[in-house]
């Protein structure tokens, strides 16, 4: 098992997620407000008390909180969490306006290679809703697949042990919107 080293920025070829801090609570705060943005979430809007408590990396060490940036613009919130010594789940999603070009999965395969190669993890999971087809496609590209489903979201894993490179192709794909 690997110790919990400080949150630190994790690259991937199009994506840069960056831990996310008081600095980024008004961005957040706007997101996390807006009924589109949630909707992709999950859940309804937050205040900004809500987004700091949750959102701002005070959770530490049980949560990891990242704003996902396609260099230099903000587009989109991703979170790891533990579940275990060597495996956990991520969470993530997109502004509307950053779906459909290829950074989600780039940003998940990107966190899923710093789960593994930092933390040590052997398995990470994610749940988009069932109905959500385009997420599953997108979660899909950056390497996860389909292992059950409960209560309307279907449970996919990535064992890391695999490449995940960007060129690695994939027949099919909370959300990386691709």
Known sequence: MHSEPEARVVEGDLTCLVPATEAHLALLTRWFADPEFVRYWGGRPLTRDEVAAKYTGRRRPDVESF?????????????????????????????????GRGLGPDA????????????????VTVDPEARNAHAIRAWAKAGFRPVGGQ???LLMEC????????????????????
């Open 159 to 178: 064992l890391p042990a695999h490449d995940l490179s960007p060129t690695e192709s994939h027949d099919a794909s909370r959300t990386p919107e691709n």
């Open 151 to 153: 209560g309307g979201h």
């Open 108 to 123: 998940a395969r990107a966190l899923v290679r710093h789960l593994h190669t930092v933390l040590g993890w052997t398995r």
């Open 67 to 99: 704003v996902i940036l396609s260099r230099p613009v903000p587009v989109g919130y991703a979170q790891y969490v533990p579940a275990g010594p060597d495996q956990g789940g991520i969470d993530m999603v997109l502004l509307p306006q950053a779906q």
